[in-house]
């Protein structure tokens, strides 16, 4: 998965992990990765605004610690927002236990089965859809 914005290589395919919410306004099955069917869910965040999410283990993602537990769309966990480290588009937020300290280093996040990163849909491309939209030198023939 790519960031929509500049096609930084952001997360892979092989590190999707669906983290289920009960507070997840709707779900839905789609096969917006990799033609690999995957569970996307709607979520409002107290301003009103909607984002279609899809969860990873991990993703190379800037995390903007500190964490902050309110109005968690997971219950029990925490969220910090996560951005592009390339051109630091908003691309969703990592989640990580509400008992943890509120600032965690990468690898302590990533080596725990506890946390995960919630990316937003919009926001991504595949990188096969990517590719389709390269030109090829003989198309700049006049």
Known sequence: MLCRSCGHEVAEDTDLRFVPSRLALSHRNDTVIA????????????????????????????????????????PGHSWTVASCPRCKTHLGWAFQPSDW?????????????????????????????????LMTPKSFRS
């Open 35 to 74: 033609g690999k069917v995957v569970s996307v869910q709607l979520f409002e965040n107290p301003q009103g605004f909607q984002f279609e999410v899809v969860t990873f283990k991990r993703a190379d993602v800037l995390k903007h610690w500190p964490a902050d537990g309110h109005f968690s769309w997971f």
């Open 101 to 133: 300290p509120r600032t965690v280093n990468r690898e302590e996040f990533e080596a725990s089965d506890q946390t995960f990163v919630a990316l937003i849909v919009d926001r991504l491309l595949q990188e096969h859809f990517a590719s389709t939209l």
